[in-house]
């Protein structure tokens, strides 16, 4: 679609990187300054003008994007509309709710599409932060922090009229309002605000507003908002652009409310009673371009729509400004109309329902990740879990921080066994205040060797300790049955050599005690669980690629899930083609711990080509060929990194050199 930029300024420059390969095709510049709209005009092979009604009357572009000075957004917004032309606003979209009401009503009523910028809400760090918030980690949320320090724009930007005209409400909080309006619904009033005229004195241009803003803002669902917004702070500050939220259960904060790409440590997330532990957007980094805005409103445009909505949500920040400033100068409460703002349900409900009689955690919930039947459907997982075993170096060590560590990193699958022992604890931690929701989580645990004729009671020993319905994902530990020994309760209870008695039973000459129990017979024993609702889908860890074929051709209910020991030295790439043919999930565990595999130094030169450490590296390689590794760590450094390592993006090059480092006779 063809588009016309009025406003040739630094903004416009952003808007402009996108256009190659874009959808849209710039014909047009307009700006008062003749010279900087044919230089800009120049760079794509548009026409320069220097007044609007000429270019409105010259071109035929159905797109304008507004990029003129602060204060001229509404009056070329409505010249724009009054020619029959959608419209692509810079923020503010005025000055004045009501005007900003009005454009909205006069562009529903022409049929034409109007949307207004920041188009922060639609970019990966508050997409982040939403899908945080809404698995209720944070319990109710009733207060949050918001700032906007523009900074001295005298002494960082080349034209700062128009920000000193419209203050820092309307250049800056405009960002974590836009934001708290999409997590939360509409504001309901502000309670009260403060304005200072604090300026440097060798300044010799002045703000029109005043420069230092700081207000509490109640929303409707329940939140109350202390926001400061700063022309006055230096926009270096330690608090930037940042939003904080405290909930009853925990907080989290966001960094940068107007960041464009999500970077490991844009949101960081504290339980209850825990410190910030980073939370990186599980995904490969993708920095959304200013034309981002544009484009989406083009493609609704040409699907026959006419959006409106986020000028709608825009106008209702506007009215919020307003209400500031009406504060301020009153010292009362003011009312803030909502504009018909279009919003989903609060990412966090304004009241959470208390358990009833019963662990919060133990909700059966929805299947997380799965399409259509439960039982044949591939899972769509996680591309990292978190894998919850006591087994470190040989020795038994407590996990329980480590596990709250990852719920806080943003983990949502882990991986436990009743051979591990802590599934007690695991459960009292899934029940705490500052954890996600049950349907948010996906948790495994497996039937141990000593208990292939006896899985009902091992699954319900384990459903007991997890304080859970239902096990999203129940395994086979291992295909090897060995002579069973009465429940593994609470193994992390006993002594060493207590637990390894019972896990690991020997006959009269002190070799391995085992049974003649069939693969197929125990597979069958899993899925009576999914008839009885004990388990959701049912797996197999350890296997061999016969005994995989050997389930599959005899399964009622196939396996949903195969884990084995994975990693560079052991791809297992039949095992795992063998898995994707059939739409089971391969998880690979122990991902990190061959021997020498994090000093290897192919796994060291890729690492250090992409800035990350070769275990980054080691489990981007598997989630890059559909694999989910379930690392497991006690260092928070390392917790934090394994899951980011999802945002590690190989090369064609890099997949070659690491598929030279499998070695077919690797054994431990």
């Known amino acids: 679609m063809n588009c016309a930029f009025v406003g040739a300024g630094a903004v416009a420059g952003k808007y402009a990187t996108g256009l190659d390969g874009s959808t849209l095709d710039l014909t047009a510049v307009c700006d008062l300054d003749a010279d ?8 794509h092979g548009a026409t320069a003008y220097a007044d609007l009604d000429v270019l409105l009357d010259a071109e035929d572009a159905p797109l304008v994007i507004n990029l003129a000075s602060h204060g001229a957004h509404a009056s070329v917004t409505r010249r724009c509309l009054d020619a029959d032309r ?51 980690r944070l319990g109710t949320v009733r207060l949050a922090y918001a700032h906007a320090h523009v900074g001295r724009v005298t002494e960082w930007h080349e034209n700062p009229d128009s920000f000193l005209a419209v203050g820092p409400l309307y250049d800056g909080a405009v960002y974590p309002l836009a934001l708290l309006v999409d997590w939360f619904g509409p504001v309901e009033r502000v309670r009260v605000a403060d304005a200072l005229d604090v300026w440097p004195d060798p300044e010799e241009r002045t703000p029109d507003r005043p420069a230092h803003v700081e207000a509490t803002v109640e929303f409707a669902a329940g939140p109350v908002v202390r926001l400061t917004a700063s022309l006055y702070a230096p926009h270096r500050s330690r608090e930037f652009s940042s939003v904080e939220i405290h909930g009853d259960d925990g907080s989290l904060y966001l960094a940068d409310s107007g960041a464009l790409a999500a970077e490991i440590d844009t949101v960081s997330v504290a339980g209850a009673g825990r410190s910030y532990v980073h939370a990186p957007h599980p995904a490969p980094r993708r920095e959304r371009p200013y034309l981002d805005g544009p484009e989406r409103l083009v493609a609704a445009i040409e699907r026959g729509e ?33 504009h018909g703002v279009e919003h989903e349900a609060p990412a966090v409900p304004p009241v959470r329902p208390p358990p009833d009689g019963e662990r919060s955690g133990a909700s059966a919930g929805k299947l997380a990740g799965t399409d259509g039947d439960r039982r044949t459907a591939s899972l769509r997982l996680p591309p990292v879990g978190f894998g919850c075993s006591r087994y470190r170096d040989g020795e038994y060590v407590d996990r329980i921080d480590s596990i709250a560590t990852a719920l806080d990193a943003g983990y949502r699958l882990f991986d436990s066994a009743e051979l591990y022992g802590n599934e007690a604890r695991i459960g009292d931690l899934l029940d705490a205040p500052g954890s996600p929701d049950r349907e948010s989580l996906f948790i495994t645990s497996k039937v141990w060797n000593t208990n292939h004729e006896h899985v009902r009671e091992a699954c319900e020993g ?38 390894e008695s019972l896990a690991f039973p020997t006959d009269e000459d002190g070799d391995r005690a085992t049974v003649d129990v069939a693969l197929t017979e125990t597979w069958g024993r899993l899925e009576r669980l999914i008839d009885g609702g004990l388990a959701r889908t049912i797996g197999v860890c350890n296997l061999s690629l016969d005994q995989l074929e050997r389930i599959v051709e005899t399964a009622r209910i196939p396996p949903a899930v195969v884990q084995v020991e994975s990693h560079p030295y052991r791809p297992r790439p039949d095992l795992v083609r063998a898995c994707h043919d059939r739409g089971i999930r391969a998880v690979a565990h122990s991902p990190l711990s061959a021997p020498g595999l994090l000093e290897e130094p192919l796994l060291v030169d890729i690492a250090d080509a992409h800035g990350v450490t070769p275990a980054s590296v080691a489990l981007a390689w598997q989630a890059d060929r559909g694999v989910v590794p379930i690392p497991s760590s006690t260092d928070t450094e390392h917790v934090v990194s394994n899951l980011a390592a999802a945002r590690l993006r190989l090369t064609d090059d890099d997949r070659e050199r690491i598929a030279t480092l499998e070695e077919p006779e690797f054994e431990r």
């Open 86 to 136: 959608h419209v692509f606003s810079e923020k503010p979209l005025a000055i004045d709710a009501d005007v900003a009401g009005d454009l909205v009503g006069f562009a529903e009523h022409r049929g034409l599409a109007l949307d207004c910028a920041p188009i922060n809400r639609r970019c990966d760090p508050a997409r982040h932060v939403r899908s945080l918030l809404g698995d209720g």
């Open 462 to 499: 384990s459903l007991a300790a997890l304080g859970l319905d239902a096990i999203d994902c129940y395994m086979l530990h291992w295909p090897e049955a060995w002579a069973y020994q009465g429940p593994l309760e609470d193994l992390a209870s006993m002594s060493p050599a207590e637990q």
């Open 306 to 338: 006419r959006p409106t909505g986020g000028a709608r949500r825009a106008a209702h920040v506007v009215a919020v400004c307003n209400a500031i400033e009406t504060a301020a100068e009153s010292d009362g409460p003011v009312e803030v109309a909502e």
């Open 36 to 43: 900087r709209a044919e230089r800009l005009a120049a760079a």
